[in-house]
């Protein structure tokens, strides 16, 4: 890179910079990009350096699987729904809350970055109830504690979270990690959140990427069908993260520092999901007015 890339690529990234210092970013780590979270990792530690607070929300349904297969358990389901029976749920805890967790938090340490792995349990983070009897330990966020949250990244922490919720019996729940992740933006007030998934963002029936969605046009594609599986949580949690967010994106996570390229440059990258038609030209024009609005939210 030569000097003038590199004036370039500063002249381009500082107003985003400044416009991130002291706010709050939830990144939800996708199953499917754990694994190959290499440079995702990487820009977390880079947004710490820079002073931006970072909370990490991460999946795992894939750890899951191989160890429900490898203890030889058949899952079980109902209207297509997996259900979370004891075993299963304890199974949960130690996969997500233990190894991913840990390994997660390890490899931002091997970075550089300071992180502290927990989940909702921890301090009564996330309290949820059943969803329905019929699946089992599955939880609906109920109630939202920032405290252990801000005990963390006050202290300079990134808080890695598993998404496992504190039940009314006083049982463990396991939640959806996008569904945990927009509660916890939405909480949060966050400036942005970002989820890092396996597809470059919400394709249309084509399979071309839509670079951004407002709430009624992602009702629609639901309803049509051309969004499912997977997509459906994590587009409705782009929604509800709105209640508390300004922008929710989903990107590549596949892509070397896709996170880094969504935060600092003036290219959009994956789908943007807004309340309403607000393009990424108004996103850039808010920059231009400021962070009065912001800090207001931030501290609501
Ligand atoms: N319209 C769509 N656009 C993009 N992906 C879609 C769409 N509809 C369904 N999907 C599926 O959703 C998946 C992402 O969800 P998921 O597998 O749960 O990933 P993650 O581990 O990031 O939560 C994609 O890999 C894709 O197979
Ligand atoms: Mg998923």
């Not at 500082?14 to 416009?19: A, E, G, K, N, T």
């Not at 959009?268 to 030209?281: F, K, P």
């Amino acid at each position: 890179m030569g000097e003038s890339d590199v004036a370039f690529t500063l002249a381009e990234a500082l107003p985003y910079v400044s416009r991130y210092i002291g706010k709050t970013i939830v990144v939800k780590l996708g199953g499917s990009a754990l694994g190959n979270h290499d440079t995702t990792l990487e820009d977390v530690v880079i947004c710490q350096r820079l002073g931006i607070r970072v909370v990490l929300v991460h999946g795992g349904g894939t750890a899951i699987s191989g160890w429900l297969k490898r203890i030889g358990k058949q899952p079980q389901f109902v209207r297509g729904l997996r259900v979370t029976d004891d075993e299963t749920m304890d199974l949960v805890i130690m996969t997500l809350a233990g190894q991913v967790n840990k390994q997660l938090v390890s490899e931002i340490q091997r970075h550089g970055g300071r992180a502290v792995g927990i989940c909702g349990i921890d301090g009564a983070m996330l309290r949820a109830r059943q969803l329905d009897p019929d699946l089992g330990r599955v939880g609906e966020v109920q109630a939202v504690d920032l405290e252990p949250l801000a005990a963390l990244t006050s202290s300079g922490y990134i808080p890695v979270v598993a998404p496992i919720a504190l039940g009314e019996d006083g049982r463990a729940l396991n939640l959806n990690a996008d569904t945990a992740a927009a509660e916890l933006a939405a909480a949060l007030r966050a400036e942005k959140a970002i989820f890092l998934t396996d597809v470059p963002g919400v394709l249309d029936a084509d399979g071309r990427l839509i670079s951004e969605l407002s709430e009624g046009q992602t009702k629609a594609l639901i309803a049509e069908k051309v969004i499912s599986g997977g997509m459906i949580p994590k587009v409705e949690a782009c929604l509800r993260a709105l209640a508390g967010v300004k922008r929710s994106h989903i990107i590549d996570g596949r892509v070397a520092h896709a996170l880094i390229g969504e935060l600092f440059t003036d290219r959009g990258v994956g789908t943007m999901i807004t309340r309403g038609q607000i393009g990424r030209l108004d996103e850039q024009g808010e920059e231009v007015r400021g962070g009065t609005g912001n800090a207001t939210l931030a501290r609501a």
